[in-house]
């Protein structure tokens, strides 16, 4: 079985030493997260994490969850339901959610080191409370005051749990074309029918009532994306008054049998005239989707994250242990019967790697995350906007690069385990099965890389990227004298304004074919994750320099942001090609001819 | 279900078209291998994969291979044995075989058709006969003539199957540290005694006999990998004459449970005392292992293909169907309510990378089938040695590459599925599952690297290289007059020039530190692998437009290997630029610093 230990070093590194979070926490306000309080927080968190879920973890891949066509009630795997108790009982539900709501309202730069570590600990599981938080969010900005009280601090304590539910068959990422609809009820509420599939967490046993989050249509609807509402449908009716009645008309039609993420419940949920109450403006569904679109997908993100550092850890562990061939510069361990195979160099590729993309990912993503704190927070109304925006171009950077990165890194570790990490028993392969859902759902990494190219870039006419590129000068500037960091400043410099011309040349481009931001979009995603992680990667080893760590440990930022410039942001290259050569090899063959 | 239908003409079009094998097989001696015998087997061949053995693929995924702790025995999932009976009754396991034992004495490249097909169709049955036939390669080269006319007849009639027992718990890649045992015994056997893991086929029901091809170790053998020697060990007791006796003291211990190829048994196998016969020299075993290792590997390269090919096929037909947004440039389907996903440049991008990798991987593949039989049966001492060096230095790309390219195939048409790809029922994922295996059994991709870079590169100081930047050469004179292939053979030629250089450099530095090749080798395979295809992109154009192939189809054989070029071929400079930056990036951390 894979182990998992919370990173609990590198994680305090890069909250306290790369983003110097206790004094903007200070400045924005939160006034309980003292880095003491943070601290045992963390400690408090691993300790749940590595102690409750991770045994779990194997568990929940061989159970699965069971489906009783008759009923259409869904059980979970052995253990479950108690270490959701436990999460609940934590207040680990409501560690963000804003006190009023019953929440503990901490910053979500402290949230997202929780999301990292349930994640590593147990994908699966990990998603029934992320829905829930989906919801929160929902409700939190588009609930009347009524839904907040009745259904949002339910949520907030983890006595009932969430979900979203936007899916059809028909219908995945272009939410316009959906059919479910909801007629108007002479009491207020509305009658909702409709079939919704994809569900994560349609149905289970964890938690006495499940509050839906629907998308549908009413009867005057103009047609398309302009014409979808939001209403809570409960599984469970609830007045009010929060009083709970008798099962609502829905249920869940089945359970799909998927790769991974075997323990997470995905529903067909059928509603047939289930009652629901409508959040927000008629109409406006889809722009309420979209508010609470920024925090799943970088919780999507995380994902991708706490899957690659749970793989790393068994990989190198491996790699310590495996004794096979020799060094070839000469036998590094002549009393063993051969050298470990962390002496091979093409193992040391698959491990800093791993290495480099989490660390630097970490970074990225907690950084993201420290934007929605801004965002709600921060001093002036252009330090919120920019926050605002930075984190608008940040999430489908964090979402489609710490996805992609995790089945990468999921890849390089069971290759690391050689013919074991494809047995079961090892635990590596249930890895790399879990990560590939990633790059899936909450949007596929084709339609980040859309959201960025098209959306935050050329419509909001790169506002996000100039703040990025704002704070790669700043930083490179101040640290124009610095000798030691020269031989990452000066490429970062240089690949900074790479980026800048990179976007102009598109916009230009696109100016005259519309298809260039389609052509463009993937390779923009990874050409920009790879060169915002130079410029984390920077960061962290100017952090561990200034730092009290130990020299081994300031040797081993430096040795790795050596390895990421050298051997990953290259990738660079191949990316800036593929986007030059613009949409022509895309689009020449009819699709007729494509066999 | 994911489907599949035999790309005959893709197929033929290779043979045919781009290799010409119709005249290479007339002057090697094939006489029987005309261009209508040719298509005949391949057609009757297409129809056993599309029509017996793919309707078992998902079968076998959800069954997996039952075992009996009581007995050891191992059965297949519902059709396997009658597919494997109807395959043998076929003479399919003979395809390549000489007449003398029985085979159809066809060549190999016609052979690795067959395979291709076998593969796509259902990889996990494929495993069973492919390793009969390893085992047939070891005794025709090196068993004593007694042994092929009992053991290799009737391996090629497929009454029995065949096994290679090489891996021990803690000796995969080296087998310098292998410790099962064989004891002489007064009436010339031996007694094999030792544990082998990962042994495919080692117990099944498919046939009455399985051969073991075991290595061990004689009681005066030499410490390491020089005294190793190899056995047969049959499940039943098979005496000089042919006669079958009482079971050996052989016995499998377990079947693993495995990421995906399921149906494929993986088997744990005790030897406790078993009888055995020498097979060629004493401690010369691993010797013997190499020489069938070029056709395993090339075998597990096949695989990549076969599953790539699937895949893509898949991907294309959902690409089509799925209905799901409007092209960036206006709707392209205004009559349906949104455009088919194939506009979608993102999607494109997704299904040229699939098609130019099988097509082109396909030509690379066959191509190094044909060096098989030019080495066996070339007219002058020349075209032998060349097409052995050649094929020697083509195993290792043909295995690295395809099986890499495979995982990426699977991977793209999964993703194109969205999250649908990600359900069972679509079979996808099970293709993305199986492909899995491709990069680690038969030598990790690491280890195909190695050999590639230091054995058949720099031991061997170039001589397959130079035989196929001979033909690169050959290839850009004769058309040096064709303006329409001149988009292609100009960066064709300069490419070649930087392989070379590349592999100068790296031979220079390689003389000064030991660590060059380890560090260089990853990066050196996929770039020989991308300057390979690149030459053969600019074939099948070549051959394409030679043809009397329909416009349609050389228009889409140039927009193909456009795309190539302006989006694979630059991974080159990727691989360059890692390589360029040597071994110290990757060794300077200290193994105890990693995490």
Redesign the interface.
């Known amino acids: 079985m894979s182990s998992y230990s919370a990173?609990l070093h590198e994680i305090r590194f890069t909250l306290h030493d790369v983003l110097g979070v206790e004094a903007t926490f200070r400045q924005l306000g939160y006034e309980d997260a003292g880095r003491e309080t943070v601290d045992a927080i963390l400690e408090e968190g691993a300790r749940f994490c590595e102690s409750v879920l991770a045994p779990l973890n194997q568990v929940g891949d061989r159970h699965g969850v069971g489906y009783d066509a008759d009923t259409g009630s869904v059980t979970t795997a052995p253990g479950f339901k108690e270490a959701y108790a436990q999460f609940t009982e934590g207040g680990w539900g409501g560690l963000t959610a804003p006190a009023e709501y019953g929440g503990m309202g901490m910053p979500h730069a402290l949230g997202l080191s929780m999301e990292e570590m349930i994640n590593s600990a147990n994908l699966a599981w990990g998603n029934f409370p992320l829905l829930s938080h989906g919801a929160q969010n929902a409700l939190l900005h588009h609930g009347e005051q009524w839904q907040r009280e009745v259904f949002l601090t339910r949520l907030v304590s983890g006595e009932w749990t969430g979900t979203m539910c936007l899916?059809e068959p028909?219908?995945?990422?272009?939410l316009g074309?959906l059919r479910t609809r909801a007629e108007p009820r002479a009491d207020g509420t509305y009658a909702v029918t409709g079939t919704k599939i994809?569900i994560t967490a349609g149905e289970h046993d964890l938690a006495p009532n499940i509050v839906h989050l629907v998308l549908a249509r009413l009867p005057d609807a103009p047609a398309g994306s302009k014409g979808i509402s939001l209403f809570i449908v409960p599984k469970f009716k609830v007045a009010r008054d929060g009083s709970v009645g008798e099962r609502n008309a829905l249920r869940c039609g089945s359970v799909?049998?998927?790769?991974?993420i075997h323990a997470s419940a995905t529903c067909v949920m059928n509603f047939d005239g289930a009652e629901g109450y409508l959040v927000g403006q008629p109409h406006r569904g889809l722009a309420a989707m979209f508010t609470m679109m920024n925090s799943a997908r970088i919780g999507v993100g995380m994902q991708g994250l706490g899957l690659s550092e749970r793989a790393l850890?068994n990989a190198?562990r491996y790699a310590?242990e495996r004794?096979?061939?020799r060094?070839?510069?000469?036998a590094k361990f002549p009393d063993k019967?051969?050298d470990?195979i962390?002496?091979?160099?093409?193992?040391?590729?698959m491990?800093?790697t791993c290495?480099a993309l989490v660390e630097g990912g970490r970074a990225l993503a907690y950084h993201a995350g420290l934007q929605f704190d801004l965002a709600a927070h921060g001093a002036s109304e252009q330090a919120r906007k920019d926050a605002d925006d930075l984190l608008g171009f940040l999430t489908p950077i964090v979402k489609g690069c710490l996805t992609e990165w995790g089945?990468e890194c999921t890849?390089h570790a069971?290759?690391c385990f050689?013919?074991h990490?494809?047995?079961?028993?090892h635990g590596m392969?249930q890895l790399?099965?879990d990560a590939?859902?990633t790059?899936?759902?909450e949007g596929?990494?084709?339609i980040q890389?859309?959201d960025l190219m098209?959306r935050k870039t050329m419509q909001l006419q790169g506002a996000g990227l100039k703040v990025f590129l704002g704070m790669v000068q700043r930083f490179c500037e101040q640290h124009a004298g610095n000798a030691a960091l020269a031989e990452f400043t000066g490429p970062l410099a240089a690949k900074a304004q790479e980026w800048q011309a990179l976007t102009m040349a598109i916009a230009g481009r696109a100016a005259r074919?519309?298809?260039e931001?389609?052509?463009a979009?993937?390779d923009y995603l990874f050409y920009s994750g790879y060169v915002a992680l130079a410029y984390w990667w920077a960061r962290i080893v100017a952090a561990a320099d200034a730092s009290s760590q130990p020299e081994?440990?300031k040797?081993?930022k430096r040795?790795?942001a050596?390895?990421f410039y050298?051997?990953l942001l290259?990738?660079t290259?191949?990316h800036k090609?593929?986007i030059d050569?613009g949409?022509?090899?895309?689009?020449?063959?009819?699709?007729e001819?494509?066999?």
Not at 256 to 260: A, F, N, T
Not at 342 to 349: F, L, M, S, Y
């Open positions: 990173p899916t028909h219908c995945g990422t272009d074309l994809f799909e049998h998927k790769m991974g850890q190198l310590r004794l096979q061939s060094s070839l510069s000469g019967p051969a470990p962390i002496v091979q160099p093409d193992v040391r590729r491990l800093l290495k089945v890849y069971l290759q050689g013919g990490g494809y047995i079961a028993e392969e790399a099965r590939r859902i790059t899936l759902y596929t990494t084709g890389a859309l098209g074919d519309p298809e931001i389609g052509a979009a993937y081994s440990f040797a081993a040795e790795t050596r390895f050298a051997r290259p990738r290259l191949l090609a593929a050569s949409p022509g090899p895309l689009l020449a063959l009819a699709a001819h494509f066999d």
